[in-house]
Structure formats: C-alpha cells, structure tokens
C-alpha cells in the first residue's frame, strides 16, 4: 500500500487536518511549514511531526514531498499553488483558488502541463448536508432538480490581515460549489447586484462597496439556474453556509439557526404534512475506520484552540476528513479529485466575474471556456 507524504502549509486552520492525514491509510504526515519558527515548533511538538520549514522554497526541494496542502492566505494561493506544482508536487489548497481569472487559467494550465493533480479543498461539498442531498438525488427522491440556491453569510469585523472589506464574491465557493456541484454542471455565465454599503474605511481597501452581492449563474447544458448570496460585512446575521435545493418530487432547505434541523419539504401531501423537520446523518462509515470521528470534532481537545472559521462554521459539517480521503484516493487510484483543476477554476471564476457584473450594474459576465470540464 503507497503512502503519500503530505506537507502542510500553513498552520493554522491547516493543523486541522495533521492528525487526519496521520491516521489515513494512504498519507504519511510527513512535513509542515511555518514562518514562525515559534509557532512551527508547537504545532510539530504536539503532533509529533519532525521535519519542519520555516521556508516553502527549501520544502518544494524536499524530494520526498508527495503533495502540498496550502492553508496560507487567500492573496497566496495562486502563487504557491503554481510554484508547487512547477516542483513535481501535487497541491491541495483551501479556498478560493485564485482572486484573479488569469491565475485560474495559469493552474489549470500548469496542471495540464506538468500531469500534477489539483484539489481545491471546498469544505461544503463534503459537508454531511451536502453528503445527504447527494443520496437522496441519487435515490431519485429529490426527483427532477427545479432549482438551487446557497447563502454564505458571515460577520469577520476582527479578523487581520487581508479580510477587512474583501468583496464578498471573492470568497464564493461556499455557494457556488454545491449548487453546481449537486447537479454536476459547470456555470455558463453569471449576472450579480450589490446592495447596500459597507463603511468607508474598508469599502475604500478594495473599491468594493457593497454589504452583499446577489448572483444568479445559469448552468452550461441545463435548464437549471441557481442564486447565491454573500456577505461580510456590517450585515445582521449569524454565520450561515447553506444550500436549499428544490426538486419536483422533495425539496431541502437548510436550518436558518445553526443546531435547528433541516426541513424537507414533500410535493401532493395535505398543506400541513409537506414540510418535515429531519435530522441529517453523519456519514463517517464511508471513510476509513481511523479517520471517522474526525467528522464530528477538531483536532484540539479545548474549544479555545480551534481555528476560528471552524467554530464559526459549525465544524464545516464535518467535512474534514472526506475532502482528505477523496484527495488520496484519487491519488492513490490516479484519477482526478473531485473538484479538479478545471472544475475548481469554474467554481472560482463565477466568484471573480460576479463582483466584476456588482460593479458594472448587473451586466452578464460568461466564463472561459476553458474552466468547463465537459
């Protein structure tokens, strides 16, 4: 049985994953990498991971590496993404892809170029949500999909760096990965209004001025369209990633308060027995035993240790240890991973080019051709 040697980068939501990867059949926890050297070595110290970088140029030449995860900030993923695949690495990377659609196009070119494979890590997509409509869609329960819809709203006043008032559709794929994931289409074009504004002194770092951005992506082969929204800024809201799906036989709505239960929704009952209140499964019997409760805690035994957008996430459903386990298999069976590169650019794209339709008025912005997987 191959293991693959990972290497972490980045260690802060990042650490979620080590002792997942220690305990897959297929992974080696081999490296991370860290540029403070403090923080390196807590991290290392308390996982039992020996070989560590302060430095991702010196870790790209490591010969044992298999594959990077990237779990740096946004502004960096392309960059890094690019220059591990250039070094003979496999990446996985935390979302978004890229901010940009030539960066998107870059990977997916290196992909292509260098036969490295390419994971964006979309945590809803794994979530036990999304893992439940998927079942009951392939049960034919949900009958013909009508339509999508997904929310990702958040309050991230306080957070550092980069995020003070980052255009809310620069960080979509929350949204836009499962409405086109469901049904298994790439987005053909989106159009996308703001609406209301943010205060002056964040709207005026990225000239992005609105509270939130509603889109609507038409899907490419499908009469399907689907409406996402985002925000993050001065907007009343307890944190939300959702997706509501309705199909002409059932339809499923997320819970509007985090720890509700999610409302399925049956067609040609009397009024009053339509909706039903249901408890969505956990679905860790479909990984390997030593990585199964991961999909119901974190990594750290005290809450105060978890990383932020994963208890403001709820646990990002629990979808954790899926996203590993779908990225080694496919290694491990030499097939792409679910999203791939190009399917990752498309959801990406639809992001990047609905900001860009919020600030011209709506207008229709197609995406490249070359994000469509088939």
């Given at each position: 049985m191959k293991k693959f040697r990972a290497a972490i980068v980045g260690l802060g939501f990042g650490a979620e994953f080590i002792p997942i990867y220690q305990n897959h059949p297929y992974a080696e926890m081999y490296a991370i990498c860290q540029r403070d050297q403090k923080r390196l070595d807590a991290v290392g110290k308390a996982f039992g991971v020996q070989k560590r970088?302060?430095?991702?140029?010196d870790l790209l030449r490591d010969q044992d590496v298999d594959f990077v995860h990237i779990n740096t900030p946004i502004p960096d993923h392309a960059r890094m993404t690019l220059q591990a695949?250039?070094?003979?690495?496999?990446?996985?990377?935390?979302?978004?892809?890229?901010?940009?659609?030539?960066?998107?196009?870059?990977?997916?070119?290196?992909?292509?170029?260098?036969?490295r494979k390419y994971m964006m890590m979309e945590t809803v997509v794994y979530s036990r949500e999304f893992l439940f409509l998927r079942e009951l869609l392939?049960?034919?329960?949900?009958?013909?999909?009508?339509?999508?819809?997904?929310?990702?709203?958040?309050?991230?006043?306080?957070?550092?760096?980069?995020?003070?008032?980052?255009?809310?559709m620069y960080y979509a794929t929350h949204c836009t990965g499962p409405v086109l994931g469901l049904p298994r289409k790439d987005a053909e074009y989106v159009s996308c209004f703001g609406s209301g504004t943010i205060r002056n002194e964040m709207a005026g770092i990225y000239g992005s001025p609105f509270a939130v951005e509603t889109a609507?992506?038409?899907?490419?082969?499908?009469?399907?369209?689907?409406?996402?929204?985002?925000?993050?800024?001065?907007?009343?809201?307890?944190?939300?990633?959702?997706?509501?799906?309705?199909?002409?036989?059932?339809?499923?709505?997320?819970?509007?308060?985090?720890?509700?239960?999610?409302?399925?929704?049956?067609?040609?009952?009397?009024?009053?027995?339509?909706?039903?209140?249901?408890?969505?499964?956990?679905?860790?019997?479909?990984?390997?035993?030593?990585?199964?409760?991961?999909?119901?805690k974190g990594v750290y035994d005290l809450a105060s240790n978890e990383h932020l957008s994963f208890t403001q996430g709820g646990g990002h459903g629990g979808s954790h240890p899926h996203l590993a386990h779908e990225w080694l298999m496919a290694l491990a069976e030499e097939r792409d991973p679910w999203p791939n590169a190009r399917q990752s650019a498309n959801w990406t794209c639809v992001g990047i080019l609905a900001h860009e339709s919020a600030m011209q008025g709506g207008v229709r912005k197609d995406l490249p051709t070359w994000s469509f997987s088939g």
């Open positions: 970088y302060t430095n991702y140029a695949l250039e070094a003979g690495k496999h990446v996985a990377c935390t979302v978004p892809m890229a901010t940009s659609v030539e960066d998107c196009r870059r990977i997916v070119e290196a992909t292509e170029r260098t036969g392939q049960k034919g329960e949900l009958g013909k999909l009508q339509f999508l819809q997904a929310s990702h709203q958040q309050d991230m006043d306080g957070w550092p760096g980069y995020w003070p008032g980052l255009p809310p609507h992506v038409k899907l490419r082969h499908s009469d399907l369209s689907a409406r996402i929204i985002r925000s993050l800024f001065d907007v009343a809201r307890q944190y939300r990633e959702s997706i509501d799906v309705y199909g002409d036989k059932k339809a499923f709505e997320w819970p509007l308060v985090e720890g509700e239960k999610a409302v399925l929704h049956t067609a040609k009952r009397p009024e009053h027995q339509i909706p039903q209140l249901v408890d969505v499964p956990d679905f860790a019997h479909l990984l390997p035993d030593g990585i199964r409760k991961f999909t119901t």
